[in-house]
């Protein structure tokens, strides 16, 4: 079993960056596969970033060059950067870990507001 909780969101005016964090309870973070997704309001929900387990990484076109996903194993806790932003990147913000033959698990999500 595995908690996600994330932090970080909250209201940016464009062109401003943040950084979300995702903290993992539970063992072998490093055994997961990480992600963001976001979901914007009448939308569906859709991959922002997500790494493997050795660090890999994959990026929606929409914010390939901004936003830089990361991972932590030794604090158990998964990172977006996100720079440049725009009205477009408001959404929620959801993290999700994923493990073959172990499931996956999604956290409650945090909101990102970009506005002036």
Known sequence: QVQLVE???????????????CGASGSSFSSYAMGWYRQAPGNERELVANITRGGSTNYADS????????????????YLQMNSLNAAATAVYY??????????????GTLVTVSS
């Not at 901004?66 to 030794?74: K, L, P, V």
């Not at 993290?95 to 409650?108: F, I, S, V």
């Open 7 to 21: 932090a970080g969101g909250g209201w940016v005016q464009p062109g401003g960056s943040l950084r979300l964090s």
């Open 63 to 78: 914010v390939k060059g901004r936003f830089t996903i990361s991972r932590d194993n030794a604090k158990n806790t998964a």
């Open 95 to 108: 993290c999700h870990a994923q493990r073959a033959l172990r499931g996956e698990y999604w956290g409650e």
